[in-house]
T-cell receptor
Framework: GAVVSQHPSWVICKSGTSVKIECRSL??????MFWYRQFPKQSLMLMAT?????????EQGVEKDKFLINHASLTLSTLTVTSAHPEDSSFYIC?????????FGPGTRLLVL | KQEVTQIPAALSVPEGENLVLNCSFT??????LQWFRQDPGKGLTSLLL?????REQTSGRLNASLDKSSGRSTLYIAASQPGDSATYLC???????????FGTGTKLQVIP
């Protein structure tokens, strides 16, 4: 089956630093990748959609300068949380798709101190 | 805009009981519907994927049904076990070819 990996699985950083999270489709080429955020005891909320080689489309209320998304190849997308603050602490999950089905990564837990 | 609701929000049952989780969605023009399991602090585990042309899917003790016209799906868990304790999420496409909206989740606790 389709496998999606994320790295790192968890990260702790100081306020003001930037954090990069990688999402890889291991056994298929993903034309589209998605980034979700999940706050404690809440469901997943879509942050942005990215297509390989083009700019990401951000959902309403998500700051594109805060959450930089790069989808440089058909198997890799990165999310960079710039100048992270404690309120950015969350669980970030990516998904990858080459059809109408999305395959989800295991998630990255970010804690900003 | 697709809205997905899951009822109940939380459920506690004794081991061995059969149970049903409900998912309702407002836009019935969907390609498929997925059920996921999420353990505390973990990512998503895909349980079942139902295509829009299907009425149900089965995997082991799990059976998911889909009624597009009424905007409903159910996840049936037979002979529940303590290891089934987790949050169950349904997800449906929304607002475009591949966007997905997640439900609010049902937190299940199976008591030994």
């Amino acid at each position: 089956g389709a496998v999606v990996s994320q790295h790192p699985s968890w990260v702790i950083c100081k306020s003001g630093t930037s954090v990069k999270i990688e999402c890889r489709s291991l056994d298929f080429q993903a034309t589209t990748m998605f980034w979700y955020r999940q706050f404690p005891k809440q469901s997943l909320m879509l942050m942005a959609t990215s297509n390989e080689g083009s700019k990401a489309t951000y959902e309403q209320g998500v700051e594109k300068d805060k959450f930089l998304i790069n989808h440089a190849s058909l198997t890799l997308s990165t999310l960079t949380v710039t100048s992270a603050h404690p309120e950015d602490s969350s669980f970030y999950i990516c998904s990858a798709s080459n059809t109408e089905t999305q395959y989800f990564g295991p998630g990255t837990r970010l804690l900003v101190l | 805009k697709q809205e997905v609701t899951q009822i109940p929000a939380a459920l506690s049952v004794p081991e061995g009981e059969n149970l049903v989780l409900n998912c309702s969605f407002t836009d019935s023009a969907i390609y498929n519907l997925q059920w996921f399991r999420q353990d505390p602090g973990k990512g998503l585990t895909s349980l079942l994927l139902i295509q829009s042309s299907q009425r149900e899917q089965t995997s082991g003790r799990l059976n998911a049904s889909l009624d597009k016209s009424s905007g409903r799906s159910t996840l049936y868990i037979a002979a529940s076990q303590p290891g089934d304790s987790a949050t169950y999420l349904c997800a449906v496409p929304s607002g475009g070819y591949q966007k997905v909206t997640f439900g609010t989740g049902t937190k299940l606790q199976v008591i030994p």
